[in-house]
């Protein structure tokens, strides 16, 4: 089990890589075919923004580029083809998976 995350160019792109690990029954629903759990996170403040008194913004705050998202691979020892390029190493990171 190996806990991992990634950012992608945006969130279509990460869509369209965890709808891989997904198969449709004959019902229609989606079927999780990979033991994992996605946690997509959207973007990271890399830098508060700047705010007066009353809240109006004044210096606003710096985002990340691309869209993150965390994922636990229960069965995997490293991150799966195709998804080795997106992984990143957060410097500050604001949360854990033990």
Excluded: C
Aim: zero cysteines; hydrophobic letters at 30%.
């Amino acid at each position: 089990m190996i806990y991992k995350r990634y950012e992608f160019n945006d969130q279509e792109q990460a869509e369209e890589k965890i709808d891989t690990f997904f198969d449709v029954d004959e019902e229609g629903n989606k079927v999780q075919n990979v033991k994992a759990a996605f946690i997509k996170l959207n973007k990271f403040v890399l830098e508060q923004g700047e705010y007066d008194e009353q809240g109006e913004e004044i210096t606003p705050p710096i985002l990340s580029s691309g869209y993150a998202v965390d994922v636990l691979w229960n069965e995997l020892d490293e991150s799966p083809y195709g998804w080795k390029s997106y992984e990143v190493e957060p410097k500050n990171p604001k949360h854990k998976i033990f």
